[in-house]
């Protein structure tokens, strides 16, 4: 009966641990490099393998060899194993409590991988090899290892698929030989940008666009399938990549006629190792191009205005300061709170632009777009037009208003250092309370803690409260907030808890910046909160 009431104990957390491993693939695109990354430079992948109960858990595996030699009785051996898994039953309990169970979103795939881990868990149970609750807590440890190996076996006719639809969309495309290709990537700003361009030319063209962030082959061969067609005019591709000739692949795939490097900078730097690898894997695109192909380029940023110097095809630099080398750039701009009003200045034409979008950031994106309109032969009035009904990405800058009319901007998609900088220039226009809910950033690599001490160092000055949603890096931002000489206040805390203490301190005139998927889950509890 005891092993009975151990096993139930068992199974639960078997459930809990395999979702959450499938989930924490799925989360990194399932890519060993970024798991081991995860593992190696973040608290909650450190925590796996080295906290303090993860420890207690592999002292118990150990201490079982004190039991053929008498040194501990078997039944007391039991019940150490008991309570482990009594504990871990109350970490699940107090984790749903708090609605925080992971679990991944339900593919054939991830389907799969649970399927068989628990056939394989439940074989294992009844076939010990050694000591019962000693094989429970081994069976345990086995779980994560089995699960990569099933992600990893399933990699190899996953990419046979992924080949197949690749040929098929590359078929379809070549049909269309009138069609217009787009390519648009960089570090940060790359689906805005692509947004941008793709709203501003469907006012005059037939315009498709990759979907959300499917910038990779097989998400680009996904939307040529699905949605190309033969009256298709331009198709405007965001391409990312974690490695060298991720975007060179996919180039051979819709042969892009012109190009957009939005900026470079050392996000995934954990990944490509060195910013000299991200440059190259970016400018792969570029040099994609065919001769009478053209190449956009943000001076804004250093890296990318150094690629525009090497670049000897037809090429266009665009930026918001003003410069003689710039074949367009914006001036005089004014952000509010709800809009972006600027000026474009081409080929000595300067004409007035607004934009209902947050945050003077979005001018650097709409640049290219503008460019490319004029280099199509759209008319400067329809593009004046077209900009004033542009779209926000979703969950880039959107604004909000909580019931109590707090202002909430949603900048969910992604946290990286640009991004964070951005939202606090715009933020600075309020008057009353500012609070930025941040997720510490990722896969930075060597400029990590560099990277968070300076922003740190920028929120301390402006905000009035800094909400993390993990731990990560903890010790550099607290430092940057102490060096950065303002009256920010810290806290981290989970979902639940930073949702509690943004409904008790948010009053009408203050605003409330989510930074990161992380804290997403903050938003959407503070809005069950804020509208109960």
């Not at 198709?235 to 060298?244: H, L, S």
């Not at 956009?296 to 037809?314: I, V």
């Not at 409330?512 to 998927?517: Q, S």
Request: with cysteine; aromatic share 12%.
């Amino acid at each position: 009966m005891f092993f009975i009431l151990t096993t139930i104990l068992f199974a639960i957390w078997v459930v809990r641990n395999t979702l959450f491993w499938v989930n924490l693939w799925q989360l990194k695109e399932y890519r060993l490099d970024r798991i081991l990354i995860h593992l190696k430079e973040t608290s909650q992948g450190k925590s796996l393998l080295f906290s303090p109960f993860a420890i207690i858990k592999w002292l118990t595996i150990f201490l079982y060899t004190l039991v053929p030699f008498e040194l501990l009785s078997l039944s007391i051996y039991n019940i150490l194993v008991s309570a482990v898994f009594l504990y871990q039953l109350i970490l699940i309990l107090k984790d749903a409590t708090k609605q925080e169970i992971k679990s991944p979103i339900f593919t054939i795939k991830t389907v799969f991988v649970l399927f068989m881990t628990f056939s394989v868990v439940i074989i294992l149970y009844f076939f010990p090899i050694t000591e019962k609750f000693l094989w429970l807590l081994l069976i345990d440890k086995f779980v994560p290892f089995f699960i990569s190996l099933v992600f990893y076996t399933l990699s190899f006719p996953t990419e046979f698929y992924r080949d197949l639809q690749i040929d098929r969309a590359i078929k379809k495309i070549r049909k269309n030989d009138k069609l217009l290709v787009i390519g648009v990537t960089g570090s940060y700003g790359k689906s805005s940008t692509k947004e941008y361009i793709a709203q501003i030319l469907s006012k005059k063209y037939k315009v498709l666009k990759t979907k959300g962030n499917n910038n990779t082959p097989i998400g680009i061969a996904n939307v040529i399938l699905s949605d190309l067609k033969n009256s298709t005019e331009i198709f405007v591709v965001e391409m990312g990549a974690y490695k060298k000739g991720e975007i060179a692949h996919m180039c051979q795939i819709v042969k892009p006629k012109i190009g957009v490097i939005t900026s470079v900078n050392d996000q995934h730097l954990s990944i490509f190792r060195s910013l000299e690898n991200i440059i190259s894997a970016k400018y792969e695109l570029v040099e994609s191009l065919p001769k009478n192909g053209l190449a956009l380029f943000n001076a804004n940023n250093e890296n990318s205005y150094k690629l525009y110097k090497r670049t000897k095809k037809h090429k266009i630099l665009y930026g918001t300061f003003l410069d003689e080398k710039l074949d367009i750039y914006a001036k005089n701009i004014l952000t509010k709170k709800n809009s972006v009003s600027f000026e474009v200045v081409t080929k000595k034409v300067v004409k007035q632009m607004k934009a209902p979008l947050i945050g003077a950031q979005n001018v650097e994106n709409i640049l290219p777009a503008v460019a490319i309109a004029d280099y199509l032969g759209m008319s400067f009035e329809d593009i004046q037009k077209a900009v004033f009904s542009l779209l926000p990405q979703p969950k880039t800058m959107v604004l909000h208003k909580l019931s109590n009319g707090c202002t909430v901007i949603d900048d969910t998609y992604n946290a990286n250092p640009n991004a964070v900088s951005a939202v606090l220039k715009y933020i600075n226009i309020y008057k009353g309370k500012k609070i930025l809910v941040l997720q510490p950033m990722i896969e930075l690599g060597k400029n990590t803690e560099k990277d968070h001490y300076e922003i740190s160092k920028n929120i301390s000055r402006i905000c009035d409260y800094l909400f993390l949603t993990n731990s990560n890096f903890n010790g550099v931002i607290l430092e940057g907030i102490k060096d950065g000489g303002g009256n920010c206040q810290v806290k981290i805390g989970n979902s639940d808890e930073l949702a509690e203490l943004i409904k008790s301190t948010v009053k009408p005139e203050d605003a409330v910046v989510f930074e990161g998927k992380e804290a997403g889950f903050v938003m959407a509890k503070v809005y069950d909160l804020m509208t109960d």
